[in-house]
């Protein structure tokens, strides 16, 4: 079953194969934990860690990030390939050899403390305040972190992401709410809720929730939670005959039930009564970029709450993505491969970084272009989609390898997109981001490698990377990597001078809905705006598009 339905329920996923340290689990006790409500428990919070916290000046931690779960879920759900495994290892945006990641199970949720322990329907009744402040006293009281460098979540972590910012804006420095609204549950999304917990509530079986076994009107309430969470394109596109969508149905259904706990669940949805930051939003101070997408069932982008809302954050902006075949409905918020790069243009406006000098790059005639390298060199690309890595010969295309041995270790792919994508074919990238540097090398084109009575010393094969060109001679700074065997392109004179030997996975998850229309190839004369409007040109027209965080010889 291609479909996978991510949170609002956020099931635990298959781990990841790891690429970063060992996630610790532990459990932080809040000794009389007084609720809104007036009760008082001594709260157990469970949690997941990777990585380690590293402290800057008068010892405030600079490195932590708080990712949240949605309704039902827990942290640990982040731990699949699909999130973990494009966000977490090494080189990729919230690398957890460089970010200490904190993952909260937040109140009656995951193993902490919750209404199926035993206290059933006299657990306190608690709100997205008390989850909020619960997950504070965690990080304050016994993780020892006194700030975050990023606040994100998924669903209802996306909303616990707004209170975080009102309710404690001096703790961060950005937001990242995903899959979410700034307002009061009410209309549809608060009907959807009602409609689940109804079922449960209305069931004699029940009993105001003391019960021994899960009653009844728990399947009930996963119709209503089925279509809160849906995706009508990819639905039709797993379900299209009326047998199989039945099929389909029973065995969400069934699922979904299996995992549940009835008195949990109401809790759970029941949480968010009380949530609405809207005439808090102006107390938000730290950069906050909200992100939706289209296909959103909870969340329909037609009601213009999230453009209304965001407005009121003095640093707030929102983006609401696209319907594609990638987006997943309200799930989008799980699958980091395509929001990635607006989060890492998010955590680049937000940090403390020096000015980059660009004095080489706008001087071709400098003595570093004049290089020459070794004869064997593997050159490490750290992207939006995670890391790669190409080792370049010199034998195979000496003048090819020369020319991007002296782009790579002089920065000039740094922050580059990569433009071109071409499922089946190749990932095309090389003009640069700065409109003065693309016009200063446009014209410094390198010769064609010698290559005997061959086309090519090398074949276009899958995974090797060659210049682009558009005749003889007219190499410049654009590579691609072929996707598959790319062969016939051998009689047209592209030398391959390297190829891909670690993250092939990394350039095929490369965003590849564009096509052609982000610029196209060399040859397709449509690379005037690129070149004339650089990267305020591609962010504001391909805003999905991976990049180039950073290019380096690694030796």
């Known amino acids: 079953?291609?479909?996978?339905?991510?949170?609002?329920?956020?099931?635990?996923?298959?781990?990841?194969?790891?690429?970063?340290?060992?996630?610790?689990?532990?459990?932080?006790?809040?000794?009389?934990?007084?609720?809104?409500?007036?009760?008082?428990?001594?709260?157990?919070?469970?949690?997941?860690?990777?990585?380690?916290?590293?402290?800057?000046?008068?010892?405030?931690?600079?490195?932590?990030?708080?990712?949240?779960?949605?309704?039902?879920?827990?942290?640990?759900?982040?731990?699949?390939?699909?999130?973990?495994?494009?966000?977490?290892?090494?080189?990729q945006?919230?690398?957890?050899?460089?970010?200490?990641?904190?993952?909260?199970?937040?109140?009656?949720?995951?193993?902490?403390?919750?209404?199926?322990?035993?206290?059933?329907g006299q657990f306190p009744k608690y709100t997205y305040d008390d989850m909020v402040r619960a997950q504070y006293r965690l990080l304050t009281e016994h993780l020892g972190v006194n700030h975050l460098r990023l606040v994100t979540g998924t669903s209802m972590g996306g909303m616990f992401s707004w209170v975080w910012g009102y309710t404690y804006p001096e703790f961060?420095?950005?937001?990242?709410?995903?899959?979410?609204?700034?307002?009061?549950?009410?209309g549809r999304n608060r009907m959807l809720r009602k409609m689940i917990m109804d079922p449960i509530r209305n069931d004699p079986a029940w009993n105001g929730g003391d019960y021994d076994e899960q009653p009844p009107g728990l399947r009930e309430a996963m119709y209503g939670l089925i279509v809160m969470v849906s995706s009508p394109l990819q639905y039709q596109l797993s379900a299209p005959t009326r047998e199989e969508s039945e099929a389909y149905m029973d065995r969400l259904v069934d699922n979904y039930t299996s995992r549940m706990d009835a008195n949990n669940l109401i809790y759970a949805f029941d949480a968010s009564r009380f949530y609405n930051p809207a005439p808090h939003l102006q107390k938000i101070t730290a950069p906050l970029l909200a992100i939706n997408s289209a296909d959103d069932q909870v969340n329909p982008?037609?009601?213009?709450?999230?453009?209304?809302?965001?407005?009121?954050?003095?640093?707030?902006?929102?983006?609401?993505?696209?319907?594609?075949?990638?987006?997943?409905g309200h799930g989008t918020h799980s699958n980091p491969t395509i929001w990635g790069p607006y989060l890492a243009r998010l955590m680049a406006e937000t940090e403390e970084a020096p000015e980059v000098g660009r004095s080489a790059l706008l001087d071709p005639k400098a003595?570093?272009?004049?290089?020459?390298?070794?004869?064997?060199?593997?050159?490490r690309f750290l992207t939006t989609e995670g890391?790669?890595?190409?080792?370049?010969?010199?034998?195979?295309?000496?003048?090819?390898?020369?020319?991007?041995?002296?782009?790579?270790?002089?920065g000039f792919y740094d922050g580059?997109?990569?433009?071109?994508?071409?499922?089946?074919?190749?990932?095309?990238?090389?003009?640069?981001?700065?409109?003065?540097v693309t016009a200063v090398w446009k014209q410094k084109r390198i010769s064609d490698d010698p290559?005997?009575?061959?086309?090519?010393?090398?074949?276009?094969?899958?995974?090797?990377?060659?210049?682009?060109?558009?005749?003889?001679?007219?190499?410049?700074?654009?590579?691609?990597?072929?996707?598959?065997?790319?062969?016939?392109?051998?009689?047209?004179?592209?030398?391959?001078?390297?190829?891909?030997?670690?993250?092939?996975?990394?350039?095929?998850?490369?965003?590849?809905?564009?096509?052609?229309?982000a610029g196209g190839g060399m040859r397709a004369g449509q690379q005037g705006p690129i070149e004339e409007g650089g990267t305020a040109y591609l962010v504001e027209n391909y805003p999905l598009l991976d990049f180039i965080l950073r290019a380096e010889i690694v030796r």
Do not use: C
């Open 1 to 91: 079953m291609r479909l996978l339905l991510a949170l609002l329920l956020f099931a635990a996923p298959p781990a990841a194969a790891q690429s970063y340290s060992t996630p610790v689990e532990g459990d932080f006790t809040i000794d009389g934990f007084r609720f809104d409500d007036g009760s008082v428990l001594d709260l157990r919070q469970h949690y997941t860690t990777i990585g380690e916290p590293r402290r800057g000046e008068a010892g405030m931690v600079r490195n932590a990030v708080i990712i949240m779960h949605g309704t039902t879920g827990s942290g640990s759900g982040f731990l699949g390939d699909r999130f973990a495994g494009v966000l977490f290892g090494k080189g």
């Open 93 to 120: 945006l919230l690398d957890a050899s460089e970010y200490f990641i904190i993952l909260p199970d937040a109140i009656g949720h995951g193993q902490s403390s919750r209404p199926s322990e035993g206290l059933g």
């Open 172 to 186: 961060m420095d950005a937001l990242l709410p995903l899959a979410s609204l700034p307002v009061e549950i009410a």
């Open 301 to 328: 982008p037609e009601l213009g709450i999230l453009e209304e809302e965001t407005a009121k954050v003095p640093n707030g902006r929102s983006v609401v993505l696209p319907i594609t075949s990638m987006t997943r």
């Open 367 to 379: 003595p570093a272009w004049q290089e020459e390298a070794p004869e064997s060199f593997l050159a």
């Open 387 to 410: 890391a790669f890595s190409i080792r370049a010969n010199r034998d195979w295309a000496p003048i090819g390898a020369d020319r991007f041995y002296q782009l790579v270790k002089n």
């Open 416 to 436: 580059v997109h990569v433009n071109r994508v071409v499922d089946g074919f190749i990932a095309q990238f090389g003009l640069s981001g700065d409109p003065a």
């Open 451 to 517: 290559v005997g009575d061959h086309p090519v010393g090398e074949s276009n094969t899958r995974g090797r990377i060659a210049f682009a060109t558009t005749g003889p001679d007219t190499r410049s700074t654009q590579v691609f990597i072929s996707l598959v065997d790319n062969s016939r392109l051998d009689d047209e004179g592209f030398s391959p001078f390297g190829e891909v030997v670690d993250g092939m996975d990394v350039v095929d998850r490369l965003y590849s809905l564009y096509g052609e229309n």
